[in-house]
């Protein structure tokens, strides 16, 4: 089995050459007289063919009833193959017996190569005034594309915003590139090559998007967020769980500071996508607060008391009104719920609940509503039941002596201004900020 193996494989190149030989031979019935005269018009014809080409000068051809045998050296294996395919087109010939070599003088095969160098570059200095024409062409459209967008309008009067305009101008000088580029090739009569860089920039293209993905999200995400603002400058907001006031929108990230005074920057791509809570969009904001009362106490009584505190704060607003009602009963008080409204421009919303909370919870211990302290009594072991009614009792034996109250304090949104002020700082140092206060609003 070896052997049978080893011939077949040592008889396929075999085969394959002797296939690629008789396709090169002449087809047709070979006739029965044998004409000397015809072989030398064979010969003759084939010399005649190989005078007037290249390459073929030491070729020596001799014909024999029709057999034409090619002897001498050549340049290269396809100008030897190429022998075969002149002759089996001469009328008469039987079959070519190519004996031709490759030459291996160095001179003879350097020529070709200096020939086609110089004829190369002759085309390239005959070439030279039309690429020149081209390359000019191209470059006064680029010059003409490019002072275009460097003008301010229209793009300004056009675009929402500064960010916008700018891609009007990378839109205008790209465009102005290609079709400088489309005029130059065609000139040139090269414009077949436009499909092939056209191609191999969108497959490098795709191939970078998907490379810099998060990057062309927030780059997508800044052209939205710019056009649509959901909000200013100062602005205070809460995003993803971050609240501060609005420094600056850049092409890349939302800039926040932080009441700690700290820099919060969030992704364009993020806030694009999060819940955001502006609480600067409207001046009355609402505040809250929980006090307890004691259970015995009338309700409704120490309703009307909360209110009319709530009321007469001078920093809470006459509308919206404020309101109290009862959260919930708890085992030794009852909370109560409170609301009031102020208006945040001018008033701090910390300091505000808190003067609420001190003085609601003041007027409540003038009156003996505050809800009393738990107090617990430790049974010990042995004692009677008589003792343990008797130390169940949550009520104080004594009230301590209810202290006046004061007036409220100053609640001006003193550190909210300071905040304000560092932002219009920090803002003037840096002119990237895709935030206007004229532009429109969600």
């Given at each position: 089995?070896r052997?049978?193996?080893?011939?077949?494989?040592?008889?396929?190149?075999i085969?394959?050459?002797?296939?690629?030989?008789?396709?090169?031979?002449?087809s047709?019935?070979?006739?029965?007289?044998?004409?000397?005269?015809?072989?030398?018009?064979?010969?003759?014809?084939?010399?005649?063919?190989?005078?007037e080409l290249?390459?073929?000068?030491?070729?020596?051809?001799?014909?024999?009833?029709?057999?034409?045998?090619?002897?001498?050296?050549?340049?290269?294996?396809?100008?030897?193959?190429?022998?075969?395919?002149?002759?089996?087109?001469?009328?008469?010939?039987?079959?070519?017996?190519?004996?031709v070599?490759?030459?291996?003088?160095?001179?003879?095969?350097?020529?070709?190569?200096?020939?086609?160098?110089?004829?190369r570059?002759?085309?390239?200095?005959?070439?030279?005034?039309?690429?020149?024409i081209?390359?000019?062409?191209?470059?006064?459209?680029?010059?003409?594309?490019?002072?275009?967008?460097?003008?301010?309008?229209?793009?300004?009067r056009?675009?929402?915003?500064?960010?916008?305009?700018?891609?009007y101008?990378?839109?205008?000088?790209?465009?102005?590139?290609?079709?400088?580029?489309?005029?130059?090739?065609?000139i040139?009569?090269?414009t077949?090559?436009?499909?092939g860089i056209?191609?191999?920039?969108?497959?490098?293209?795709?191939?970078?998007?998907?490379?810099?993905?998060?990057?062309?999200?927030n780059?997508?995400?800044?052209i939205?967020?710019?056009?649509?603002?959901?909000?200013?400058?100062?602005?205070?907001?809460?995003?993803?769980?971050?609240t501060g006031?609005?420094?600056?929108?850049?092409?890349?990230?939302?800039?926040?500071?932080?009441?700690?005074?700290?820099?919060?920057?969030i992704?364009?791509?993020?806030?694009?996508?999060?819940?955001?809570?502006?609480?600067?969009?409207?001046?009355?904001?609402?505040f809250?607060?929980?006090?307890?009362?004691?259970?015995?106490?009338?309700?409704?009584?120490?309703?009307?008391?909360?209110?009319?505190?709530?009321?007469?704060?001078?920093?809470v607003?006459?509308a919206?009104?404020?309101?109290?009602?009862?959260?919930?009963?708890d085992?030794?008080?009852?909370?109560?719920?409170?609301?009031?409204?102020?208006?945040?421009?001018?008033?701090?919303?910390?300091?505000?609940?808190?003067?609420?909370?001190?003085?609601v919870?003041?007027?409540?211990?003038?009156?003996?509503?505050?809800a009393?302290?738990?107090?617990?009594?430790?049974?010990?072991?042995?004692?009677?039941?008589?003792?343990?009614s008797?130390?169940?009792?949550?009520?104080?034996?004594?009230?301590?002596?209810?202290?006046?109250?004061?007036?409220?304090?100053?609640?001006?949104?003193?550190e909210?201004?300071?905040?304000?002020q560092?932002?219009?700082?920090?803002?003037?140092?840096?002119?990237?900020d895709?935030?206007?206060?004229?532009?429109?609003?969600?």
């Open positions: 089995m052997y049978i193996a080893l011939i077949l494989c040592l008889s396929l190149p085969a394959a050459q002797s296939q690629s030989t008789a396709s090169d031979q002449p047709g019935t070979i006739t029965v007289t044998d004409s000397a005269t015809q072989d030398a018009a064979i010969s003759n014809r084939i010399r005649a063919i190989l005078a290249e390459g073929y000068d030491d070729i020596s051809v001799s014909v024999s009833s029709g057999i034409v045998t090619l002897r001498g050296r050549a340049l290269d294996a396809v100008s030897i193959t190429r022998l075969n395919e002149l002759s089996s087109r001469v009328e008469g010939v039987v079959a070519i017996e190519n004996e070599i490759e030459t291996t003088d160095v001179v003879q095969r350097l020529n070709p190569a200096v020939e086609r160098f110089q004829a570059t002759k085309q390239i200095f005959a070439f030279l005034p039309l690429a020149l081209a390359i000019a062409l191209f470059a006064l459209i680029v010059f003409l594309g490019f002072a275009l967008a460097r003008r301010k309008q229209p793009w300004d056009l675009a929402p915003n500064a960010f916008i305009a700018d891609l101008r990378q839109f205008i000088r790209l465009a102005f590139v290609i079709g400088a580029l489309v005029m130059a090739l065609d040139v009569n090269a077949a090559l436009l499909s056209l191609g191999a920039a969108g497959i490098i293209g795709l191939a970078i998007g998907f490379a810099v993905r998060d990057t062309v999200e780059f997508i995400a800044s939205m967020l710019s056009i649509r603002q959901p909000f200013r400058p100062n602005d205070t907001v809460e995003i993803e769980g971050d006031k609005v420094i600056r929108l850049t092409s890349r990230a939302t800039i926040l500071l932080s009441f700690d005074g700290n820099h919060i920057r992704p364009n791509s993020t806030v694009f996508k999060a819940r955001i809570v502006n609480f600067s969009r409207n001046a009355e904001r609402r809250t607060l929980q006090l307890g009362v004691a259970p015995e106490v009338d309700l409704a009584a120490a309703q009307s008391l909360a209110l009319k505190v709530l009321e007469e704060l001078p920093f607003l006459e919206p009104h404020a309101s109290v009602w009862i959260e919930s009963v085992d030794s008080s009852v909370s109560m719920g409170m609301a009031a409204w102020i208006n945040q421009n001018d008033t701090n919303i910390v300091l505000a609940r808190s003067e609420a909370i001190r003085l919870q003041a007027a409540f211990d003038n009156s003996g509503m505050s009393p302290f738990p107090t617990y009594r430790l049974l010990h072991e042995g004692q009677t039941g008589d003792a343990q008797r130390g169940t009792s949550t009520t104080p034996s004594k009230t301590a002596p209810a202290l006046p109250s004061h007036p409220a304090q100053g609640v001006e949104a003193t909210d201004k300071q905040l304000e560092i932002i219009e700082l920090e803002r003037a140092e840096d002119g990237d895709l935030l206007h206060k004229n532009a429109e609003q969600e």
